[in-house]
């Protein structure tokens, strides 16, 4: 692998501003870097509007009119194997510049790549672009195909992914780059929990504060709320059976993220707006999860008499992330596996995580056998001064190359 390359390219895709709902930029950056080797380069862009009416459409957190992508394939001399490398180019906002000790556009120091998006996940994008590369440079004496797409709009639901998907660009076998690294490197992401946002509104009764027992406060109801999402949480991730999932004690968390209430100090709270993030199993699709929360949130309510008289509202909004999972002696995952441990000397053992990703898309609607495989720790992401190994992502991207040729030679026609 070409470490000057894979630093060069990082770097310059760091520097590429993606926030999502902008992402054309480095849609068109990585367009340029496959047009020379590919044996075709399809880059185009779906209305949001026509995703909005598909029945798997996952939603999304910010307002867009238009989701471009940029997919290439090489095909190999013979039948064999759809196999589809994959990341996304969006990031989450810089934030607050001043509290960075890095450059967020992108500094590079050392082997490490610092800037937003290094480790979410434009280094993994890039070492699978070298992946891709290398395989290119290496002729077409090989069975089935190889392809390489680039989404946006991953960190608002997977619009890009989906719109991918519905072009056809899917494959027998997905490996997603994003940030996977533990202790001893890059780990196997072999099944991860979703994510739903409800809002959820209160209903008081406003009263002048000097006789607040003439009112209702919202805010004293949604205590009760409060508690029941917190039992709701309790029984959920306790129930878990999957054993990479029950091992992270909290694989399904429930979060409060924003409250909003009142409207004068000296007023009764007559009304309170909260909304919530909540867990997605692994074994339930989106509209299971749905139904099931709001059920056990009005069962758990019931019999508590201002609430029974004055319901709260309950409304799903917002993204939604589904959750998916692979058997962990699947055949991909084990060529993942063995070619890490011939590369590096550690094999690589499947964990679960709680967070949602575009893994979820590709198994559940796109039909494909996926993994998440990638550079840098998840826990640097979104963060202040975000950064990631160089060393890392030469290091997925070998992988990926010997996990290619694998699963190749082990499903040729």
Same mark, same amino acid.
């Given at each position: ?57 996952? $939603? ?78 290496? $002729?077409?004496?090989?069975? $089935? ?269």
């Amino acid at each position: 692998m070409d470490k000057h390359r894979i630093a060069d390219r990082a770097l310059e895709l760091v520097a590429t501003e993606s926030v999502t709902g902008d992402e054309q930029s480095a849609i068109d950056l990585v367009a340029s870097w496959l047009q020379p080797i590919a044996d075709e380069v399809d880059a185009w862009v779906t209305p949001m509007h026509e995703l909005e009416l598909d029945p798997a459409y996952p $939603g999304r957190e910010i307002e867009r009119d238009r989701v471009p992508v940029v997919a290439a394939r090489i095909t190999g001399n013979r039948p064999g194997p759809t196999i589809v490398l994959t990341g996304h180019v969006d990031t989450v906002p810089v934030g607050d510049s001043d509290r960075w000790t890095r450059d967020p556009a992108g500094e590079i120091d050392g082997d490490i790549l610092y800037g937003r998006g290094a480790t979410d996940m434009k280094l993994g994008l890039v070492a699978a672009i070298e992946a891709f590369t290398t395989l290119a440079d290496e $002729g077409r004496e090989f069975p $089935g195909e190889v392809r390489l797409v680039a989404v946006p709009g991953e960190e608002d639901g997977g619009t890009g992914t989906l719109a991918a998907i519905r072009r056809g660009w899917t494959g027998d076998f997905v490996i997603i780059t994003e940030p996977t690294s533990g202790p001893n490197g890059p780990q196997i992401v072999a099944a991860h929990g979703g994510a739903l946002t409800f809002t959820i509104e209160v209903e008081g009764r406003s009263a002048h504060a000097a006789t607040r027992r003439e009112g209702e406060s919202a805010l004293e109801h949604f205590w009760a709320i409060h508690k029941a999402l917190r039992d709701i949480e309790t029984e959920l991730n306790e129930g878990e059976t999957n054993l990479a999932m029950a091992s992270l004690g909290l694989p399904y968390p429930t979060t409060v993220g924003i409250v909003h209430g009142g409207v004068w100090a000296s007023n009764v709270m007559e009304e309170i707006t909260a909304e919530i993030r909540v867990g997605v199993t692994i074994d339930e699709t989106i509209a299971e999860a749905e139904d099931r929360f709001e059920g056990s949130l009005r069962s758990a309510i019931a019999g508590d008499p201002w609430l029974d008289e004055h319901p709260p509202r309950i409304e799903r909004t917002g993204a939604a992330f589904g959750s998916s999972s692979i058997d962990t002696a699947h055949p991909l995952v084990t060529a993942v596996s063995d070619a890490a441990a011939t590369i590096t000397g550690v094999t690589p053992d499947p964990i679960g995580v709680p967070y949602g990703c575009d893994m979820a898309l590709w198994t559940r609607v796109g039909g494909a056998a996926t993994l998440v495989y990638g550079p840098g720790d998840v826990r640097t992401a979104h963060a202040t001064d975000e950064h990631a190994s160089l060393s890392e992502a030469v290091v997925v991207a070998a992988t990926l190359v010997g996990a290619v040729r694998r699963i190749q030679t082990a499903h040729a026609v």
